[in-house]
């Protein structure tokens, strides 16, 4: 951006060279602020529409509307809107007040740029006889607009503060629609019922802010399989009329969003997208300090969103909590092109998502395939597959990339965090209460779940208790790079479980695991880690520490500390390896204290290890078994 001179026309000297000095230092804090805002991902551009907003309120023309209370309000507040929309500019816009009381509106009221609707005490409801009807909808959004309004390049400067909006059951559209645009914000407004697609839903906007909200009393439609996702707030893509329909396909993301403050209350999703468009991610999105009651299935649903952070969200007796996706398993709402397609796509390899300090409970629903408190989903596609209008979703790596989970408190039936298809995760200091086996699960569900060839996952610092099945579960070829220091106890079958061709690349370490009902730490089915060392065990129902089926440890089985064990202290079963077992504590165990079978390997020694309390040999080395050094 250019800078006019301080000292044109202005003469010369000391007041010159003091402006030149002052206009230098400006130009420095500005530097120094935007450097220091960006160190938050997205704060510039939602300080910038927050600013905007403020603005437009301030130096506004107001025009009040005149009506009776319980009176058809449709054609005063779109003849207020047609004057508007002739004289608003961003240097001098328009309000439009509808007074305190109860209204109806019989068709779409339309907005326009450079206008804010306020409508506080107002209390607005629909009664209209058409079956499908937008209550308040942009004038980006009807048929004649989808020949002409591209990208960011519609509405712009336009707030909607205050007010009850009441949908009705016979109204299959939505309460607000808005399209193409920017600098847009809803704040401290009520969305009431509806039977229809979404209460709000936008798409393509630059500058998109809703807080102060509340979304509530939101059926579902009836229906099967994305048809019946239905998110309350819904950040859309326009990529075909059975998506957004009646605007133009260009495939424009959602730009600069900032969801604050908001209640969502007995609704089928709180917020979210469930279309997926190859290629391109919704930019820069917060979702903070909402409150999620009641929801049936998820309560925060992203899908290929770039630079998002969701903190500081309460969650209570919601299906689910938080769902992020950079790809999907229904592949039939995955488009691999837009329409009418503009631009490239963005082709980001990491989504940059953090999850943390979110208080998340969750109960079982029958409307919520799976009930979790965060799911992390991506996949790695090793072949074509047909997605939405039969169009092909190329093969290629769709895991999702860069995402930190910290700081959370779950409370569930289902997984805690459940990672699927991920790539540079990290997962620290959160709190996970299971609900065990609860009777209306599958009952196979874990603490942290690590699946479908996940990659370089760091796992620690974490307290999980009284999952169904295991406390973290790293399986289906999947690699963690760290399990270290967290806190398991009364888990329903293993503490920490490596299963499925899976591996832990550098150490299982300083963990306490108490009352497993099955293993402490199990490397099964051919998996592998790095080293075992120094963590604590106690009270299992079978081995606290034990390798079956072909497994292997490279280094060390070290410093561990294994008490009350219902099977063996440290068992190797099946072709399994390890470098050394070496100064382990083992006491009170129902069997040996360490076990070699069926052609198992100790690569170096076992050696200064303490054993007392065992019931069986404290040493038991198979026939068919090797040991390099047995100096124990």
Aim: aromatic residues 4%; charged residues 20%.
């Amino acid at each position: 951006m250019k800078t006019r001179s301080w000292e044109k026309n202005r003469g010369t000297g000391v007041l010159c060279k003091r402006r030149r000095f002052m206009k230098k230092k400006i130009q420095i804090l500005m530097v120094c602020l935007l450097v220091a805002l960006q160190c938050f991902s997205g704060s510039v551009q939602f300080a910038k529409v927050e600013v905007m907003a403020a603005q437009t309120a301030s130096k506004a023309t107001t025009i009040k509307i005149k009506a009776g209370k319980k009176t058809d309000i449709t054609k005063k507040v779109n003849d207020a809107m047609t004057k508007a929309r002739r004289k608003a500019t961003a240097s001098k816009p328009y309000k439009i007040v509808i007074p305190k009381g109860t209204y109806y509106i019989s068709g779409p009221i339309c907005l326009c740029s450079n206008v804010t609707l306020e409508a506080t005490g107002a209390t607005i409801k629909f009664r209209g006889k058409a079956k499908s009807l937008n209550m308040l909808l942009t004038d980006t959004v009807d048929k004649k607009s989808t020949a002409k309004t591209k990208g960011y390049k519609g509405c712009k400067n336009i707030t909607i503060s205050g007010g009850t909006y009441v949908g009705a059951k016979n109204n299959k559209g939505n309460l607000v629609k808005m399209a193409h645009g920017k600098n847009i914000t809803i704040k401290n407004a009520t969305f009431s019922g509806g039977g229809g697609l979404h209460q709000v839903e936008v798409c393509a906007i630059n500058g998109f802010t809703v807080t102060g909200c509340t979304f509530k009393s939101f059926k579902a439609r009836q229906g099967k399989g994305e048809e019946a996702k239905q998110e309350a707030l819904q950040l859309d893509i326009p990529v075909a009329e059975s998506v957004f329909a009646e605007t133009y396909q260009d495939g424009t993301v959602m730009k600069n969003v900032l969801i604050s403050g908001n209640t969502f209350q007995d609704v089928p999703r709180g917020l979210g997208t469930h279309t997926m468009l190859v290629g391109r991610f919704h930019e820069n999105v917060m979702i903070t300090n909402n409150k999620f009651q009641n929801v049936h299935e998820e309560a925060i649903v992203t899908t290929s969103y770039y630079n998002c952070e969701i903190a500081d969200n309460n969650f209570t007796n919601c299906g689910a909590g938080i769902l992020v996706q950079s790809f999907k398993s229904k592949t039939s709402s995955i488009y691999a092109k837009a329409k009418s397609q503009a631009g490239k796509s963005q082709n980001y390899k990491e989504i940059r998502t953090r999850i943390h300090d979110n208080v998340i409970q969750t109960k079982n629903d029958p409307m919520c395939d799976r009930v979790q408190g965060i799911a992390v989903i991506g996949h790695l596609l090793e072949k074509t597959q047909t997605g939405a209008s039969n169009q092909k979703i190329a093969k290629g790596d769709y895991r999702a990339s860069n995402v930190s989970i910290y700081n959370n408190n779950i409370t569930t039936e289902g997984h805690g965090i459940h990672l699927a298809g991920v790539k540079n995760v990290m997962v620290e200091n959160n709190m996970i209460i299971g609900k065990g086996k609860t009777g209306v699960m599958d009952n196979k569900n874990d603490g942290i779940a690590i699946r479908d060839c996940s990659q370089q996952v760091v796992v620690k610092n974490n307290t999980i208790s009284k999952s169904s099945r295991c406390g973290i579960m790293v399986f289906e070829n999947s690699n963690v790079k760290e399990l270290s220091a967290n806190q398991i106890s009364k888990v329903g079958e293993c503490g920490i479980r490596v299963y499925g061709e899976s591996s832990v690349t550098n150490a299982i370490q300083n963990n306490h695991i108490q009352g497993a009902g099955s293993i402490g730490i199990s490397i099964a089915c051919r998996s592998q880690a790095g080293v075992v060392v120094g963590n604590i065990v106690s009270q299992t129902e079978n081995d606290g520490i034990s390798l079956y089926d072909g497994s292997v440890i490279s280094g060390n089985v070290e410093k561990n500390t294994i008490t009350a064990a219902g099977g063996n202290g440290i068992m190797l079963n099946s072709k399994c390896t390890v470098g050394s077992i070496q100064a382990n504590t083992l006491s009170n165990v129902t069997g040996a204290g360490i076990k070699l079978y069926a052609q198992s390997e100790v690569k170096d020694s076992i050696g200064k290890n303490q054993i007392t309390g065992c019931q069986g040999r404290e040493i038991l080395v198979g026939k068919d078994c090797k040991v390099k050094d047995l100096a124990q």
